[in-house]
C-alpha cells in the first residue's frame, strides 16, 4: 500500500539499489509496505522517517513551516499547526497500512541553513525544532537524526529494514533544491491550512 498527499509521487527503478523507489517533493509524503525505496532531497525543508519495525511498514514526509507572519505571535500556531498536519497524514497513513502506533521509531533529516535571506528567522532550526518536539511530544523515539548544518541533503530510506543513508551534497551547489523550497515556502504562506554518504 502506498500513499501521497497530492497523488502518487515520481516512480522509478533504482539500478542502484535494485528497487522500485519513490521520490518525494516538498510537501509530499509516500507509506509502504513493500520492500522499495523512498528518496527526497532536503534543503532547508526535513523530512521524518517513521515506520513499525515489526511489519516493516513505513514511509517519509517532506515539510517546511509556512513563514511565520508579524502577527501570528509565537511559532505555536498557525506555522506549527501545519507542521502538525504534516506529521499526523504520515503516521495516520501508516496506522492505516497495518503499522502499531505503540512501536512507531523515528529517523529525522534536513533543517540546513541554505535558504540565505529567505525569512527573517532561520527556517531549518524552526523546522528541526518543530519535528523533534512533535515526536517527543507523540512518544515516538528519534533513533537517529542528521539535522541542521549548511548542506543540501539526500535521503535514501528503505522502509522494511529502516536503514536510511544520507547524502550530504557539499560539492554542488544545487540551485534547483534552492528555488523549490523558495517556491514551496511561496505558497504556503498562501494555501489555507490542511556528498559522503552517511548511514542512520
Known amino acids: 500500500m502506498s500513499a501521497s498527499e497530492s497523488g502518487l509521487p515520481s516512480m522509478y527503478y533504482d539500478r542502484q539499489f535494485g528497487l522500485s523507489a519513490a521520490k518525494i517533493l516538498p510537501g509530499e509524503f509516500f507509506v509502504t509496505s513493500q520492500d522499495m525505496l523512498i528518496v527526497t532531497v532536503l534543503g532547508s525543508c526535513v523530512s521524518a522517517c517513521i515506520r513499525d519495525p515489526y511489519t516493516g511498514i513505513g514511509g517519509m514526509n517532506h515539510f517546511m513551516l509556512p513563514e511565520q507572519r508579524q502577527d ?27 503499522g502499531r502506533r505503540d512501536r512507531l521509531e523515528a529517523k529525522v533529516f534536513g533543517g540546513g541553513r541554505v535558504l540565505q535571506n529567505f525569512m527573517v528567522s532561520n527556517i531549518g532550526e524552526q ?74
Open 72 to 98: 501570528e505571535g509565537t511559532l505555536l500556531s498557525a506555522s506549527a499547526r501545519y507542521g502538525t498536519y504534516a506529521m499526523e497524514v504520515l503516521i495516520n497513513s501508516i496506522l492505516k497500512a497495518g
Open 127 to 200: 523546522n528541526a525544532r518543530f519535528v523533534k518536539d512533535f515526536l517527543l511530544l507523540e512518544n515516538i523515539p528519534i533513533v537517529a537524526q542528521d539535522l541542521l548544518d549548511i548542506y543540501p541533503r539526500k535521503v535514501y530510506f528503505f522502509p522494511q529494514s529502516g536503514r536510511v543513508m544520507v547524502r550530504k551534497l557539499r560539492a554542488i551547489y544545487n540551485d534547483t533544491i534552492i528555488q523549490r523550497e523558495r517556491e514551496y515556502g511561496g505558497r504556503l504562506s498562501q494555501e489555507p491550512l490542511g556528498g559522503a554518504v552517511d548511514l542512520f
